[in-house]
């Protein structure tokens, strides 16, 4: 057989991509697991929020409408995150785990048929920004501009947030509510606005991540529910807390999807199970997980 | 943050006031009555409905009220019960209870093979396997074209007869029998799930849930207790899938997505999952509520998601929780469930 060296890198290429877009949910995620210690059963639902707001921006006729939603889209989805979290979720710190999973269904449910309420049930299609519209081409290989763009931000936002969690006072108490939210509270530290800030960036993230997605898949209510499940895959296979392992995972996962779909067409999601579940199974705590929730 | 036994609800006995013998009898005698009561097929099919949910939320209670294992992978049963009853009634053999015990076995051997790897986790990691061995059934059944249908489902799933060949048969075409016919099969097996449950055997799994710990210094082997719950709740819950299938005459694979099993959760919250009976009071508020919401418009969904939430904020014990605590606490003044801890 003959080796299709453009058609791999295609299929590498795209992987990359979707693994970025996972990156962006994935990586809010396992903070949030790794410092409050909540599973968000509505991140997807901040992904899907995100990649609705871009295709409203996108109504405008004017070609600046991607960055506009690029910049405010994440900052509403955000601020929805602040109250979610300030209102609803911290009387619940001290109880159960059981109710704040409940609590993020609820909204889950909500979100979802907000959406539906709001833009209705048909499929929607937001355009590539003007600025990235075209395909790159080397000799026989060309590739659309717009993918390689994603490909780009997700390492950048990833050092972003590196920077972030490691240089920045913020990062500093994230890290240290994470170790030990009671002894940080003790020092006198203000406990709960670390965990409000630690839900908004990743509801920042996770909406980021839709818009980002929006223009290469289609826009649809729905889309949040599934997305959570891969998201939770990564997390899962990085380790819940391990904001590396997101990465690593997130990437395995776009490789296993877009490699994956030529040797078995729709059994592609088999491979990624068949890599999790002994993951679970074995290494409960992932790849890279070092904190025990 | 670990759920602990500081709870004020954990540590209330799974027999409220509602079990009694009273309130199981006028419930019972509802049930029986309803097909006179509401004189509307469409009614029927709704209360129909709300038994086989019934079910499916006690099943689900076994693990979650019970031992305390938060399982988000309980659609699984929904699914692979029904399935099965569709399978061997559709393409083997047309019979009813042929079916269903199809559908009780094949879950009870999933449930088992599953439960082997989910029961020595514990907390999220037990719900994120559930939730992963739910997600791996369902890409199977949304896949597997030539068996299940794929995403079409399977269509024109029968309602077989049922009574001794040559002797005389019952048909079940009709709502009222149909209705009849699954009031009796639940209400068995609710029975022997009430049975289990005040057994010495449902004693240690509260116990499991309170202290695991303690109850393995006891020398009561947890894990095992942990699967034989895993596998009783998985069983009955694929008794409710095989009544589900004849029920609707129609599956497909939404039935074992996960969102079907955050429905469950939720059924099993909004009545209570620290009562016996509290799971199918919430499996009939929710489908009741959906059906009502329905009418108006289309977004049940919000009305159902707010309500959790506030649910979730100001009644964490759910409904029939709530009223039964109430009414334990007037009858014997506040100290209900403290003898639970000696």
């Known amino acids: 057989m003959e080796l299709d060296v453009s058609f791999w890198l295609t299929q590498f290429l795209n992987g990359l991509a979707n693994a970025m877009v996972l990156f962006l949910i994935a990586s809010g995620l396992t903070i949030l697991l790794g410092v409050l210690g909540v599973l968000n059963l509505a991140h997807g639902s901040f992904y899907m929020l995100g990649a609705f707001l871009i295709f409203s921006s996108s109504i405008i006729k004017n070609p600046s409408w991607f960055w506009v939603g690029l910049l405010f889209a994440p900052l509403v989805v955000a601020g929805f995150g602040t109250i979610i979290e300030a209102f609803c979720l911290r009387p619940l710190y001290g109880r159960e785990r059981l109710y704040t999973l409940l609590l993020t269904y609820g909204f889950t449910l909500i979100l979802d048929d907000l959406v539906l309420l709001i833009w209705g049930r048909d499929y929607k299609s937001v355009p590539i920004p003007a600025l990235f519209e075209g395909r790159l081409t080397i000799g026989d290989f060309s590739y659309p501009v717009y993918f390689l763009f994603i ?136 790849l890279f997980g070092e904190t025990t929730i | 943050m670990e759920g602990s036994s500081s709870n004020k609800f954990s540590i209330r006995r799974l027999t409220g006031s509602v079990t009694n013998r009273f309130g199981v009898t006028a419930l019972l005698a509802l049930a029986v009555l309803a097909p006179f009561l509401v004189q509307n097929d469409y009614y029927i099919q709704l209360c129909t409905e709300i038994l086989i949910a019934s079910l499916l939320a006690i099943s689900l209670n076994f693990l979650i009220g019970y031992t305390g294992l938060v399982s988000l992978g309980h659609a699984v049963y929904l699914g692979v019960g029904a399935y099965a009853f569709a399978l061997l009634t559709k393409n083997v053999y047309p019979s009813m209870w042929a079916g269903l015990i199809a559908a009780g076995a094949s ?92 057994s010495p055997f449902g004693r240690v799994l509260q116990a499991i849930r309170e202290n695991p710990e303690r109850v393995e210094f006891i020398g009561l082997p947890v894990h095992r207790y942990k699967l034989y719950a895993f596998i009783i709740a998985g069983t ?33 919250i909004l009545g209570g999952m620290y009562s016996f009976l509290g799971p199918a009071f919430g499996a009939g508020m929710l489908l009741f509520i959906r059906d009502t919401v329905l009418n108006f418009m289309e977004y049940w969904r919000i009305v159902v998601g707010g309500i959790l939430v506030l649910l979730v904020l100001f009644l964490p014990g759910g409904i029939l929780g709530f009223f039964e605590g109430w009414a334990s606490r007037l009858s014997i003044g506040g100290n209900d469930g403290d003898d639970a801890r000696s």
């Open chain 1, 151 to 286: 490909i780009a931000v997700g390492p950048l936002l990833g050092v972003f947030l590196w920077f972030i969690l490691n240089r920045t006072n913020f990062g500093k108490l994230i890290r240290a509510a994470a170790t030990d939210s009671e002894m940080l509270d003790a020092l006198g530290v203000n406990v709960n606005r670390v965990f409000t800030g630690v839900f908004a960036l990743g509801a920042w993230l996770a909406s980021l991540g839709g818009i980002l997605a929006a223009p290469m898949r289609s826009v649809e209510p729905g889309m949040g529910v599934e997305i959570i499940i891969e998201s939770f895959i990564v997390v899962i296979i990085g380790g819940m807390g391990s904001y590396l392992g997101a990465f690593v995972g997130a990437v395995l996962i776009g490789m296993l999807k877009a490699f994956g779909i030529e040797i078995l067409e729709n059994f592609a999601m088999i491979f990624i199970y068949a890599l999790v579940l002994p993951i679970l199974i074995l290494r409960p705590r992932g």
């Open chain 2, 236 to 268: 009955l819950g694929g008794f409710a899938g095989g009544l589900y299938s004849t029920f609707q005459g129609y599956i497909s694979p939404d039935l074992l997505y996960w969102t079907q099993s955050g429905e469950i959760v939720l059924m099993t």
């Open chain 2, 107 to 198: 879950c009870a051997l999933l449930a088992w093979f599953m439960g082997v790897f989910c029961v020595r986790l514990a907390g999220l990691y037990f719900a994120m396997l559930t939730l992963a061995f739910s997600q791996v059934v369902y890409t199977v059944a949304y896949y597997w074209r030539d068996v299940t249908g794929g995403d079409d489902g399977m269509l024109g799933i029968p309602k077989p007869e049922i009574g001794i060949p040559g002797a005389f048969s019952i048909s079940l075409e009709s709502f009222t029998n149909f209705y009849y016919f699954v009031l009796i099969i639940v209400a068995a097996l609710i029975f022997l799930a009430w049975k289990i449950a005040n």
